[in-house]
T-cell receptor, first 114, second 114 residues
Framework: GDSVTQMEGPVTLSEEAFLTINCTYT??????LFWYVQYPGEGLQLLLK?????DKGSNKGFEATYRKETTSFHLEKGSVQVSDSAVYFC?????????????FGKGTKLSVIP | DGGITQSPKYLFRKEGQNVTLSCEQN?????MYWYRQDPGQGLRLIYY???????QKGDIAEGYSVSREKKESFPLTVTSAQKNPTAFYLC?????????????FGDGTRLSIL
């Protein structure tokens, strides 16, 4: 079935360091791909998305490119801040029983230290 | 502003007790979802509903029940049959049958056993 595999954490970086969180997927066809962020004690917020191959999603300095050839959607940011400390989830929609659901990676916890 | 409201933020359950978690949305979305999140885990789907008066079991429905009498509301009952209910519960909504549209999440309810 459709699935995502996400880099396990936790990841600890110093402020202004470069961030990469790996995400690879297995899917039938070419689904949209999403990155969500969860700040402590809160729900998930959509961070960015890409709807087709070679699309680049971007938001708040984060970027991810939909790579069909490597079935990947890695999340990157050039210079992280303390406020980026959160858990990041890669997600993939799949269809079944006439509806779309989301399958999530297990999440990667990022801690940014001053 | 449109959004999803979950209440209460914290909930405690006694042995043998049923408890109900509230989820209300004003996004005019037809589809609504309930997820369970355990520490260090991704999200697991409990129940979902694509339209009023209809709902489907997700991956871990045992010990839970839902109703969908109104488009705006999708309450989740954690029954006494759920032996390990301690978790963070997230409600979401989306446009149904649209795999390129994200799900929008509430801020969650944290359930603990007394």
């Amino acid at each position: 079935g459709d699935s995502v595999t996400q880099m396990e954490g936790p990841v600890t970086l110093s402020e202004e360091a470069f961030l990469t969180i790996n995400c690879t997927y297995t899917a039938t066809g070419y689904p949209s791909l999403f990155w969500y962020v969860q700040y402590p004690g809160e729900g998930l917020q959509l961070l960015l998305k890409a709807t087709k191959a070679d699309d680049k999603g971007s938001n708040k300095g984060f970027e991810a490119t939909y790579r069909k050839e490597t079935t990947s959607f890695h999340l990157e940011k050039g210079s992280v801040q303390v406020s980026d400390s959160a858990v990041y989830f890669c997600a993939l929609p799949y269809s079944g029983a006439g509806s779309y659901q989301l399958t999530f990676g297990k999440g990667t916890k990022l801690s940014v230290i001053p | 502003d449109g959004g999803i409201t979950q209440s209460p933020k914290y909930l405690f359950r006694k042995e043998g007790q049923n408890v109900t978690l509230s989820c209300e949305q004003n996004l005019n979305h037809d589809a609504m979802y309930w997820y369970r999140q355990d520490p260090g885990q991704g999200l697991r789907l409990i129940y979902y509903s694509q339209i009023v008066n209809d709902f489907q079991k997700g991956d871990i429905a045992e010990g839970y029940s839902v109703s969908r009498e109104k488009k705006e509301s999708f309450p989740l009952t954690v029954t006494s049959a759920q032996k390990n209910p301690t978790a963070f519960y997230l409600c979401a909504s989306s446009i149904p049958l649209a795999g390129n549209q994200p799900q929008h999440f509430g801020d969650g309810t944290r359930l603990s056993i007394l």
